[in-house]
């Protein structure tokens, strides 16, 4: 039977492992054609190799990068349907975060929130001319609540969020379908490297990252803007913007429990 991307060009970027891998795997099995993006052309080529796609590492944050990676996928694939801006890093936490150098603020800022920018720049004056198309960006819970720790995954998530958001306004009338997948703790080396923080993160359900990817397929069927493979961000989300000031002292009150057992010191 034809998968709900069958016969579609797909760009996942970040795809080496976790999420990605996950997300390039499924939209294969889905029938889509799909372009394997990663730093490392090793892991590209091998999950690229799994699933039967096309390898295109390099730097999908940078100016250069995006260009470089749009005008080899369109090669591969003819047409850019789908593009999965998942690629997305993580640092600068503990309680002293709010000292993290300007150096990692613009890392941070050109790999979780320029790198969509600069692809939605190349790819939807196209989409707009030829039908429409569909940018999915890979943001955090964090992007709709807040991340304890981190100051720039939590800005940059929000601001991802945000931009996701503005596309939609802007260009979903016109055939660009805009989504923001925001997962809590997810089974990935991002999960393994959050040292104290792994029990918070994890403290409703730790997923697998297809099980992610399995939320992202199921939103096809409605198109829908916010992609919440834990049920429970929804609740949350409401809660804070419904009640902010509540929702803010029952995250200082979970700072300061942090802070006591020096799990951020």
């Not at 807040?146 to 260009?171: C, D, N, Q, R």
Request: proline residues 3%; charged residues 20%; negative net charge.
């Amino acid at each position: 039977m034809p998968g709900l991307l069958a016969g579609q060009g797909v760009v996942v970027t970040g795809a080496g492992r976790g999420i990605g891998r996950a997300l390039a795997t499924r939209a294969a099995a889905e029938g889509a054609r799909v372009v394997v993006n990663d730093l490392d052309p090793a892991t590209a080529r091998a999950v690229a190799d799994d699933i039967g796609g096309t390898p295109v590492a390099g730097d999908a944050s940078s100016a250069e990068g995006v260009r470089a990676l749009v005008d080899a996928a369109t090669d591969a694939l003819g047409r850019i349907d789908v593009y999965c801006a998942n690629a997305g890093i993580d640092g600068g936490g503990g309680v002293d975060s709010l000292q993290t150098s300007d150096e990692h603020w613009q890392r941070m800022l050109d790999v979780n929130v320029m790198a969509h920018v600069r692809a939605a720049r190349l790819l939807v004056p196209g989409w707009l001319e030829t039908g429409g198309g569909r940018f999915v960006v890979t943001a955090s819970a964090a992007g709709l609540l807040t991340m304890i720790g981190s100051a720039p995954y939590s800005v940059t998530k929000h601001a991802s969020v945000g931009f996701a958001e503005w596309l939609s306004v802007t260009y979903g009338h016109r055939g660009v379908t805009v989504q923001a997948i925001c997962p809590q703790g997810v089974r990935t080396q991002m999960l393994e490297d959050a040292g104290p923080l792994q029990e918070l993160l994890s403290r409703d359900q730790a997923l697998e990252p297809e099980q992610v990817a399995d939320a992202w397929i199921a939103s096809l069927a409605d198109d829908r803007f916010l992609v919440l493979p834990h049920r429970e961000v929804a609740g949350y989300y409401v809660a804070r913007a419904t009640d902010t000031d509540r929702w803010l002292a029952g995250m200082r009150r979970l700072q300061h429990k942090i802070d006591e057992a020096g799990a951020l010191g």
